[in-house]
T-cell receptor
Framework: QVQLQESGPGLLKPSETLPLTCTVSDASITSSYWSWIRQPPGKGLEWIGYIYHTGDIKYNPALRGRVTISLDTSKNQISLSLTSVTAADTAVYYCAKFNWGEAFDIGGRGTMVTVSS | QSALTQPASVSGSPGQSITISCTGTSGDVGGHNYVSWYQQHPGKVPKVIIYDVSHRPSGVSNRFSGSKSGNTASLTISGLQAEDEANYYC??????????FGGGTRVTVL
């Protein structure tokens, strides 16, 4: 069972950049696709984007160029950067493992991010 | 891309069967068989219960079944149990290799 651990700053101010990291245990990040998904409090799931080590990267168009997902193979981590955050970016952020075309395996507990002045 | 359309809530009595619909377009649900369903209990992490329209991961009860007709996918829960009370989300890949979720359906066991 692959273990995923999301980590981040917890609290941000509007206009700041959100950095999140997902550390993967018991699997190489070159073995699968990886995705970020978020869920605002009391609301539904929103797909943010995915990445594969070959350079296949896709983002949700709704995030209008604010998002970047990358891999650090030396640390076996997946990173998310979201710029110019607003209160609407307040959510639990999950990382997930998947094989393309299949469902997301959300192996972590997620990390709560609050944007507030 | 627009979210897939799900009913906000569905309810049923123990032992009954209920069906949750997930409506998209020919650019997502109707375009291929990459539709998944997730179950999320309050305060818990979403868990996949159906993938590729109708396949169940190991360990998921066979009371859960999935199907698709045209641009609409469906999740049926048979023999409804109290533990099935949760939120359910569908998702689909799109023709542009993106991913879209449904808005979620709250299932209540009466």
């Amino acid at each position: 069972q692959v273990q995923l651990q999301e980590s981040g700053p917890g609290l941000l101010k509007p206009s700041e950049t959100l950095p999140l990291t997902c550390t993967v245990s018991d699997a190489s990040i070159t073995s699968s696709y990886w995705s970020w998904i978020r869920q605002p409090p009391g609301k539904g799931l929103e797909w943010i984007g995915y990445i594969y080590h070959t350079g296949d990267i896709k983002y949700n168009p709704a995030l209008r160029g604010r998002v970047t997902i990358s891999l650090d193979t030396s640390k076996n981590q997946i990173s998310l950067s979201l710029t110019s955050v607003t209160a609407a970016d307040t959510a639990v952020y999950y990382c997930a493992k998947f094989n393309w075309g299949e469902a997301f395996d959300i192996g972590g507990r997620g990390t709560m991010v609050t944007v507030s002045s | 891309q627009s979210a897939l359309t799900q009913p906000a809530s569905v309810s049923g009595s123990p032992g009954q069967s209920i069906t949750i619909s997930c409506t998209g377009t020919s650019g997502d649900v109707g375009g291929h068989n990459y539709v998944s369903w997730y179950q999320q209990h309050p305060g818990k992490v979403p868990k996949v219960i159906i993938y590729d329209v109708s396949h169940r991961p190991s360990g998921v009860s066979n009371r859960f079944s999935g199907s698709k007709s045209g641009n609409t996918a469906s999740l049926t829960i048979s023999g409804l149990q109290a533990e099935d009370e949760a939120n359910y989300y569908c998702s689909s890949y799109t023709s542009r290799n993106l991913v879209v979720f449904g808005g979620g359906t709250r299932v209540t066991v009466l």
